[in-house]
T-cell receptor, first 115, second 109 residues
């Protein structure tokens, strides 16, 4: 089975801190994604990557950056955390460019609180 | 961007079939219809997907309208483990998924 592992289930940080959320997948998938999930808003795409060192903005990239130095790892960075970035963050991966019918495989999420 | 519309919540009795509807009136010809579900405290998991024809797998069936403007996820016998939020999603050729807020399914014992 595909395994997508997020480094922390729960994380508490302070306003202004630089925050790193890590995600690792073990299935050699080309595509990786970061979403945030908020009540009443569903999942919203922050950034995605279809190859090493490649990144594309999603619907809500402001305040975030990403890093993909290795194929299996995709990091989400909050440069200067703010309270409105308190949320559940979900990482996903999928096979890439073999047609648009490949499912995404999700991690169990990181619940991030910014105080 | 193509979007989907689902009821906020539905209830079903245990061991009865469940039909979860989804409207996607602006779907394009190349959009696949995907369904995911999210159990409490977990990330979403893939359920089923299709393009034009009805699809069956061990988890569920997907019925797609002839004009593709709507679809229905069918759980043949609901169990308590099926209580989750179900998302109907369109995937565009650019590889992005568009999630809505989903349908929260309650299964009544």
């Amino acid at each position: 089975d595909v395994k997508v592992t997020q480094s922390s289930r729960y994380l508490v940080k302070r306003t202004g801190e630089k925050v790193f959320l890590e995600c690792v997948q073990d299935m050699d998938h080309e595509n990786m994604f970061w979403y945030r999930q908020d009540p009443g808003l569903g999942l919203r795409l922050i950034y995605f990557s279809y190859d090493v060192k490649m990144k594309e903005k999603g619907d809500i990239p402001e305040g975030y950056s990403v890093s993909r130095e290795k194929k299996e790892r995709f990091s989400l960075i909050l440069e200067s955390a703010s309270t409105n970035q308190t949320s559940m963050y979900l990482c996903a991966s999928s096979l890439g460019w073999t047609g648009n019918n490949q499912p995404q495989h999700f991690g169990d999420g990181t619940r991030l609180s910014i105080l | 961007d193509a979007k989907t519309t689902q009821p906020n919540s539905m209830e079903s009795n245990e061991e009865e079939p469940v039909h979860l509807p989804c409207n996607h009136s602006t779907i394009s010809g190349t959009d696949y219809i995907h369904w995911y579900r999210q159990l409490p405290s977990q990330g979403p998991e893939y359920v089923i997907h299709g393009l034009t024809s009805n699809v069956n797998n061990r988890m569920a069936s997907l019925a797609i309208a002839e004009d593709r403007k709507s679809s229905t996820l069918i759980l043949h016998r609901a169990t308590l483990r099926d209580a989750a939020v179900y998302y109907c999603i369109l995937r565009d050729p650019g590889n992005q998924f568009y999630f809505g807020t989903g349908t929260s399914l309650t299964v009544i014992p």
